[in-house]
């Protein structure tokens, strides 16, 4: 059991380029998120999803799109990057059942992104 | 919109001392979750513990604990017999109880601790 995977985690990107933050996770967990941290922060929301096929926007969804085809993997992805994305990626996922306690988010290792 | 309040950046102890850490928070709602999280230099976030606004009992996990004050709306971790591991940065966080379950975390700005030997 792996719990939460990310790839790559380490990625220098020059402005105006895209790339893709990879997330996995082998919990059988049906929410999913994305967080960004920037130096000195706490966590930012970006997107969300609750399943597959449904996702929605965080507290910071701009410069991002997201996609949940399948339970396992939410990849983030990065178009015409800017400087301002420099930050410290975070993918989580947990489990929700309606009517019982809210659950725990289980975090990713992370991804140190660079936009030069 | 909840805001979670960390007013300690820095903080070290001895090791094997106490330390507390302390998190306030501001809401509306009556429902909800508070949670420790810690982040060491690898950058890992690891749950450390979890209190249910509803519970009146303060949660505890091994060295770790909490004081839960719902009036006061505040929330401080209590870290016993503080070992060198223990540096790291920790953060609060709060969630609200939504029905569909689609509620955020929202982290305060962390508290840097180091444990010095």
């Known amino acids: 059991n792996a719990g939460v995977t990310q790839t790559p985690k380490f990625r220098i990107l020059k402005i105006g380029q895209s790339m893709t933050l990879q997330c996995t996770q082998d919990?059988?967990?049906?929410?999913m998120y994305w967080y960004r941290q920037d130096p000195g922060m706490g966590l930012k929301l970006i997107y969300y999803?609750?399943?597959?096929?449904?996702?929605d926007k965080g507290e910071v969804p701009n410069g991002y799109n997201v996609s949940r085809s399948t339970t396992e993997d939410f990849p983030l992805r990065l178009e015409l990057a800017a400087p301002s994305q420099t930050s410290v990626y975070f993918c989580?996922?947990?489990?929700?059942?309606?009517?019982?306690?809210?659950?725990?988010?289980?975090f990713g290792p992370g991804t140190r992104l660079t936009v030069l | 919109a909840q805001t979670v309040t960390q007013s300690q950046p820095e903080m070290s102890v001895q090791e094997a001392e106490t330390v507390t850490l302390s998190c306030t928070y501001d809401t509306s709602e009556n429902n909800y979750y508070l949670f420790w999280y810690k982040q060491p230099p690898s950058r890992q976030m690891i749950l450390v513990i979890r209190?249910?606004?509803?519970?009146?009992q303060n949660a505890t996990e091994n060295r770790f604990s909490v004081n839960f004050q719902k009036a006061a709306k505040s929330f401080s971790l209590k870290i016993s017999d503080s070992q060198l591991g223990d540096t790291a940065m920790y953060f609060c966080?709060?969630?609200?109880?939504?029905?569909?379950?689609?509620?955020?975390?929202?982290f305060g700005t962390g508290t840097r601790l180091t444990i010095i030997p």
């Open positions: 209190q249910e606004a509803y519970k009146q």
């Open positions: 989580a996922s947990s489990y929700f059942q309606r009517g019982a306690s809210t659950d725990t988010q289980y």
């Open positions: 966080a709060f969630m609200k109880h939504g029905v569909e379950g689609n509620e955020k975390l929202t």
């Open positions: 919990m059988n967990h049906n929410y």
């Open positions: 999803s609750v399943g597959a096929g449904i996702t």
